[in-house]
């Protein structure tokens, strides 16, 4: 089914790098790590974090202070940077509030909030009255925070999707306008640290005690980080502009938390990326792996990018830089794919000392210069959950 090209005309993100797209952009060109050794209050293993700084100390506004917790603050935080309330406004005047619709992806939302309750509960007592799982904990909250603080009404929903979550909400917000369910979208992604998803991954032994090394033969595992990003979608008007260029999604359904070893539903997410966007594989000029640094997900991406590009196409992961930031890792490394075209920059792969000899794609190592037409973002999740994006020059 033919689409209508779909403008990026705001966009903001937020995540251990950085506050705002020049901060990320300026520590991918200065390859300076957001990551930290562990200082996540009730954490007892070693590991490194993409933690965001002060959002203890910055509450969601009075107005909306039901909805307050580590996520949404995360959310504020992105709204109110690189300028994006005030192009949402004039999108409001534009289309009318009611025709912005907004689609979100997250993993885990406000849990840290039921942690919390948990935790100020007595023995077998009830959690505390000030606990409020609607507004926080709940997977839509972040939706329901997002559309009152921008005063938008259109549709809302939430993704939850693991990894891949706040990638495919660029092909739900393309299927909305295309619907004429609405004119335009806000999309992006927030996920947030908390001691469940810490401990879980931890538990499934996918955490690394040290920064973590996609690509390397010593790579050994994730460093989990927090991120919000969000952008703006409408209908091309700008001669010049980013445009979502197409998307692909798959679910290959291998295994919960293990990709499949040849990567067939990735290279199903790639090629239908492809078809919807209208190129041929040879016009992609950058691919943002997912890759994560362990060992089953890069192997599989390898297989999977190889086979359908074949070795020379430059790719490399930014995780080192943000950490795995989880359902918020799709708008986030959407959003540096934009500034590789933009800017004309290809970032390494921070950590990449010794790459892996079974692995043979051609990973940068050192930041280059490059114009990039097309570049492509790949969010790989548990379960088999792909998403492709391709976003590009207009």
Wanted: charged share 20%; with cysteine; proline share 3%.
């Amino acid at each position: 089914m033919e689409h209508s090209r779909l403008q990026i005309s705001a966009s903001t993100m937020v995540n251990a790098a950085g506050t705002g797209k020049i901060a990320t952009l300026q520590a991918l060109q200065s390859t300076k790590s957001g990551l930290r050794q562990c200082d996540y209050p009730g954490l007892d293993f070693d590991t490194w974090l993409g933690r965001v700084d002060d959002l203890e100390s910055r509450p969601v506004e009075k107005i909306l202070s039901e909805y307050d917790c580590r996520n949404n603050r995360l959310a504020k935080l992105a709204l109110d940077t690189d300028d994006f309330r005030q192009v949402v406004e004039e999108a409001k005047n534009k289309y009318g509030s009611e025709r912005i619709g907004v689609f979100l992806g997250t993993s885990t939302s406000g849990i840290a909030e039921t942690e919390h309750a948990y935790c100020q509960r007595e023995l077998n007592g009830p959690l505390p009255d000030s606990y409020d799982l609607i507004h926080t904990h709940n997977v839509a909250s972040v939706v329901s925070y997002t559309r009152a603080t921008l005063g938008v009404t259109g549709p809302g929903i939430c993704l939850s999707t693991a990894c891949s979550s706040s990638a495919k909400v660029f092909a739900v917000a393309q299927r909305h306008i295309d619907a004429g369910v609405c004119d335009a979208a806000i999309v992006g992604g927030v996920d947030s640290l908390c001691l469940t998803t810490l401990y879980g991954f931890n538990s499934l032994q996918l955490v690394s005690e040290n920064p973590c090394c996609p690509w390397d033969a010593a790579r050994d595992g994730i460093n989990i980080g927090e991120a919000a990003g969000f952008a703006l979608l409408e209908p091309l008007q700008d001669q010049v502009a980013i445009v979502l260029q197409g998307y692909g999604e798959s679910s290959d359904a291998y295994h919960m938390s293990t990709p499949h070893p040849e990567g067939a539903g990735a290279r199903l997410a790639m090629e239908k990326a492809l078809e919807c966007a209208g190129i041929g594989k040879q016009e992609v000029g950058y691919i943002n792996l997912h890759g994560t640094a362990t060992p089953s997900n890069d192997a599989a991406e390898d297989k999977a990018v190889t086979a359908l590009f074949g070795k020379d196409i430059p790719c490399s992961s930014t995780k080192g830089w943000t950490g795995h930031t989880l359902g918020a890792a799709g708008i986030t490394e959407a959003m540096i794919a934009m500034l590789v075209i933009e800017h004309g920059f290809l970032p390494s792969t921070l950590n990449l000392h010794e790459q892996d000899k079974s692995l043979e794609l051609n990973v940068l190592r050192k930041n280059q210069q490059a114009t990039v037409n097309y570049a492509m973002s790949n969010s790989f999740g548990f379960g088999g959950t792909n998403c492709s994006l391709i976003l590009a020059r207009s």
